[in-house]
């Protein structure tokens, strides 16, 4: 999700290791800071590009996408979840299992993995998401079929579960 690449303030690259870790946009994300090799990264992503200044904040280039972390579905009792929450941890689970393929140069099994959680959220049936957020998933598994380019299908999928987590986020 893009929250869990935002921070609510600014960082400099100078500042990063004296402060450790941040909490993302994402609420109970976290990004942790580190020194490997000679190099600053952030959750184990390599900084390529470091302090861009932008009119609202700082930019930092990264060699790859952040898996995000959210609660684990163990710890919650499924009995206990909406159709709405069920939907939203399968694509967390999707994305924190999908993120690692896509960045270790296996962006079909990706691209299979998220059309498969994709599916099985529309088959949890209407309670699950709103009519939007539906024909958002619906067009995403058509527009990921369509095109031939597995690097490509992994990100109409995972826009399309992006956008439906936000959705969720706002409708709770």
Same mark, same amino acid.
């Given at each position: 999700? &893009?929250?869990?690449?935002? &921070?609510? *303030?600014a960082i400099r690259r100078d500042e990063m290791l004296s402060q450790g870790s941040a909490r *993302? =946009? $994402?609420g109970d994300g976290e990004v942790v800071f580190a020194l490997n090799g000679g190099v600053i *990264?952030?959750? /184990?992503?390599r900084i390529e590009v470091a302090d861009i200044e932008a009119a609202n904040g700082v930019i930092h280039i990264i060699d790859r996408v952040l898996a995000t972390k959210k609660t684990s579905p163990a710890k919650i009792a499924a009995n206990t979840m909406s159709p709405a929450q069920r939907a939203a941890v399968i694509f967390e689970l999707a994305i924190e299992r999908g993120v690692p393929l896509f960045n270790e140069g296996d962006p079909a099994a990706c691209a299979a993995l998220y059309e498969l @959680? !994709? +599916?099985?959220? =529309? =088959? &949890?049936? /209407?309670n699950s998401t709103t009519k939007q957020t539906g024909t958002i =998933? *619906?067009?995403?598994l058509k527009a990921?079929? @369509? +095109?031939?380019?597995?690097?490509?299908? @992994?990100? !109409?999928? #995972? #826009?399309?579960?992006?956008?439906? &987590?936000? $959705?969720?986020?706002?409708?709770?």
């Open positions: 999700m &893009l929250a869990g690449h935002v &921070l609510p *303030t *993302t =946009l $994402m *990264t952030v959750s /184990d992503a @959680a !994709i +599916n099985a959220v =529309l =088959l &949890l049936g /209407d =998933l *619906t067009d995403a990921g079929k @369509a +095109n031939a380019d597995p690097k490509e299908s @992994a990100w !109409i999928y #995972r #826009r399309a579960m992006d956008r439906a &987590l936000q $959705m969720m986020q706002v409708s709770q």
